[in-house]
């Protein structure tokens, strides 16, 4: 945004942007920060690479979690890396995000998280100080979470050679018997859930990265989402769950649709919007439908439990903004959002990236 004036740096908003453009114009050969968005580039990078070459029938499905069957047992298998920057951010940090991030991957099967595993990628000169408050993060998370931490590995690299701090981790969970979550289960008739409200995670690390300030403190939503989705699943007739990180709702709900074969029309004017992050959003020039999230899931409920899946939630101290956002209608796989001035026009799957390095 500021090249065109040389000599002066960008500051501000101004870098946060002015770095790299995320979106390949036209496509390239090296990649870039749109194939980490969740959108678009990231389907393109997983089907033209890796399931090229890791040609399994689980992983093909490119669920949350994999859920594979030990010996009569049903576990979950999911594993993340986290690499937000600015490592601390309003209302949470890398440390607990990094395991309610996996945790929720878990839930988003029906599955109930019981251990995990993390790695840390250190770089020389990160302050020993901020390490321990990421891992005492993590620790208040995992018991918030009720998984154990049995295993882990650290590595340090090189001053330059890193961005402070990053963690992979990864989860097993259970899944209990009669569980059956996944997105191909979605179809017409459907209604679409959303658990709560949209876009603090995105917004909240924005405003720390950028610097910029607004009039009233956006914090993420950062939270684990397993005892949320329990009772959702207790109440009724739940079909498919995506936790809407990277890529928003919109991204999700695209999935969703592309997985089941499906249409999808969204309310615009239900899905709950804070008024701090539409404001945010206004003055960014960003849409909240494809802002990250990180305590909040979109779901497709038979019709004839939502109104009781929609209750449960709303009963819960994290799901009482839960609201119906949409249905599920036969047709070829697209979404379609419906605007508040009445008019119906395409939702489509994030090209590139609103915000990289969000999780």
Same mark, same amino acid.
């Given at each position: 945004?500021?090249?065109?004036?040389?000599?002066?740096?960008?500051?501000?908003?101004?870098?946060?942007?002015?770095?790299?453009?995320?979106?390949? *114009?036209?496509?390239?050969?090296?990649?870039?920060?749109?194939?980490?968005?969740?959108?678009?580039?990231?389907?393109?990078?997983?089907?033209?690479?890796?399931?090229?070459?890791?040609?399994?029938?689980?992983?093909?499905?490119?669920?949350?979690?994999?859920?594979?069957?030990?010996?009569?047992?049903?576990?979950?298998?999911?594993?993340?890396?986290?690499?937000?920057?600015?490592?601390?951010?309003?209302?949470?940090?890398?440390?607990?995000?990094?395991?309610?991030?996996?945790?929720?991957?878990?839930?988003? &099967?029906?599955?109930?998280?019981?251990?995990?595993?993390?790695?840390?990628?250190?770089?020389?000169?990160?302050?020993?100080?901020?390490?321990?408050?990421?891992?005492?993060?993590?620790?208040?998370?995992?018991?918030?979470?009720?998984?154990?931490?049995?295993?882990?590995?650290?590595?340090?690299?090189?001053?330059?050679?890193?961005?402070?701090?990053?963690? *992979?981790?990864?989860?097993?969970?259970?899944?209990?018997?009669? *569980?059956?979550?996944?997105?191909?289960?979605?179809?017409?008739?459907?209604?679409?859930?959303?658990?709560?409200?949209?876009?603090?995670?995105?917004?909240? &690390?924005?405003?720390?990265?950028?610097?910029?300030?607004?009039?009233?403190?956006?914090?993420?939503?950062?939270?684990?989402?397993?005892?949320?989705?329990?009772?959702?699943?207790?109440?009724?007739?739940?079909?498919?769950?995506?936790?809407?990180?990277?890529?928003?709702?919109?991204?999700?709900?695209?999935?969703?649709?592309?997985?089941?074969?499906?249409?999808?029309?969204?309310?615009?004017?239900?899905?709950?919007?804070?008024?701090?992050?539409?404001?945010?959003?206004?003055?960014?020039?960003?849409?909240?439908?494809?802002?990250?999230?990180?305590?909040?899931?979109?779901?497709?409920?038979?019709?004839?439990?939502?109104?009781?899946?929609?209750?449960?939630?709303?009963?819960?101290?994290?799901?009482?903004?839960?609201?119906?956002?949409?249905?599920?209608?036969?047709?070829?796989?697209?979404?379609?959002?419906?605007?508040?001035?009445?008019?119906?026009?395409?939702?489509?799957?994030?090209?590139?990236?609103?915000?990289?390095? *969000?999780?």
């Amino acid at each position: 945004m500021s090249a065109d004036r040389p000599g002066r740096e960008p500051a501000g908003l101004e870098q946060e942007f002015a770095l790299a453009c995320p979106t390949p *114009i036209p496509p390239g050969d090296t990649i870039l920060l749109g194939h980490g968005s969740g959108g678009r580039l990231s389907s393109d990078l997983l089907r033209g690479i890796f399931l090229a070459a890791f040609d399994d029938p689980e992983l093909r499905r490119l669920n949350d979690a994999a859920v594979l069957d030990a010996d009569g047992i049903r576990l979950a298998f999911t594993t993340d890396a986290f690499v937000v920057q600015p490592p601390f951010f309003p209302g949470a940090d890398i440390g607990s995000l990094s395991v309610y991030g996996t945790v929720n991957d878990l839930a988003m &099967v029906g599955a109930k998280p019981r251990f995990l595993a993390a790695s840390f990628v250190l770089e020389e000169g990160f302050a020993t100080k901020d390490l321990e408050r990421i891992v005492r993060s993590m620790a208040e998370a995992c018991r918030r979470s009720s998984v154990r931490l049995v295993t882990g590995d650290t590595k340090v690299v090189e001053r330059g050679s890193g961005d402070g701090v990053f963690v *992979i981790t990864s989860a097993i969970g259970t899944v209990p018997d009669g *569980i059956q979550v996944a997105p191909e289960r979605t179809r017409p008739g459907d209604v679409v859930v959303v658990s709560g409200p949209v876009g603090a995670h995105g917004v909240a &690390v924005m405003s720390r990265r950028a610097g910029v300030a607004f009039e009233v403190d956006v914090e993420s939503d950062s939270a684990p989402l397993t005892d949320l989705v329990e009772s959702a699943l207790a109440a009724g007739d739940v079909h498919a769950l995506r936790d809407a990180t990277r890529g928003g709702v919109a991204t999700v709900l695209n999935e969703l649709a592309a997985a089941a074969s499906v249409s999808i029309v969204l309310d615009e004017q239900a899905v709950p919007v804070p008024e701090p992050v539409r404001a945010a959003c206004e003055t960014l020039g960003l849409d909240p439908l494809y802002v990250a999230n990180e305590g909040v899931f979109v779901g497709t409920v038979g019709p004839d439990g939502a109104d009781a899946v929609l209750g449960a939630l709303q009963a819960h101290p994290r799901g009482r903004d839960a609201r119906i956002v949409g249905h599920v209608e036969p047709g070829a796989p697209a979404v379609h959002l419906r605007t508040s001035l009445g008019v119906t026009r395409p939702l489509l799957m994030l090209t590139g990236d609103q915000l990289p390095r *969000i999780c």
